[in-house]
């Protein structure tokens, strides 16, 4: 079936970095973008940015530019979302989701806790 | 930056119509997408292009629009449909994606 399968819990450090994983699994990988969206606690949804698996190009919104990169690796259909300087307020549920042709997010990832406390 | 403006929270009893609202300025250049989110999971895509509804989604769900306004109309709610909506859209360049701050459906 087609499914997202993000890695595992973090906890960081401010000033540290992380970097979460997104595999596709049940479908082309390189035929539909990968948009990460990301969920404080009790808070709503925060779209982060796009990358096109096929050409790796990007889009981020402007509240992270300078800090996130999405990168892909197409040989083992993995998607991958590195957040930079984090800092308490970056503490939240990352969510990698596949958006289709028109337009939705119809697949998404489970989900990985990043926890930034010193 | 572009925002879209949902009511926090709307209530209904069961069998009754629920309907939530989006507002944004741009939404009569760009589509509304609908999200229902329950806790602790992951979103699940339940109304596109502003009024088409994913295959495997109940037929109680419906979407519409008019002008800068969407709406989400939930028809004969049941229990389970208590949960948070989010809208989404684009700003009017289609460049940037952007979410509404979420309904939260109570089922009274």
């Known amino acids: 079936q087609v499914q997202l399968v993000q890695s595992g819990a973090e906890v960081k450090k401010p000033g540290a970095s992380v970097k979460v994983s997104c595999k596709a699994s049940?479908?082309?990988?390189?035929?539909?973008?990968i948009n990460w969206v990301r969920q404080a606690t009790g808070q709503g949804l925060e779209w982060m940015g796009w990358m096109n698996p096929n050409s790796g190009n990007t889009g981020y919104a402007q509240k992270f530019q300078g800090r996130v990169t999405m990168t892909r690796n197409t040989s083992i259909s993995t998607a991958y979302m590195e957040l930079s300087s984090l800092r308490s307020e970056d503490t939240a549920v990352y969510y990698c989701a596949r958006r289709n042709d028109s337009g939705g997010m119809d697949v998404w990832g489970q989900g990985t806790t990043v926890t930034v406390s010193s | 930056s572009y925002e879209l403006t949902q009511p926090p929270s709307v209530s209904v009893s069961p069998g009754q119509t629920a309907r939530i609202t989006c507002s944004g300025d741009a939404l009569p250049k760009q589509y509304a997408y609908w999200y229902q989110q329950k806790p602790g999971q992951a979103p699940v895509l339940v109304i596109y292009?502003?009024?088409e509804r994913p295959s495997g989604i109940p037929e109680r769900f419906s979407g519409s629009s008019s002008g800068t306004t969407v709406t989400l109309t939930i028809s004969g709610v049941q229990a389970e449909d208590e949960a948070d909506y989010y809208c989404?859209?684009?700003?009017?360049?289609?460049?940037?994606?952007?979410f509404g701050g979420g309904t939260k459906l109570t089922v009274l």
């Open positions: 292009k502003d009024s």
């Open positions: 989404q859209s684009a700003d009017s360049s289609g460049t940037y994606l952007v």
């Open positions: 049940g479908y082309t990988f390189t035929s539909y973008d």
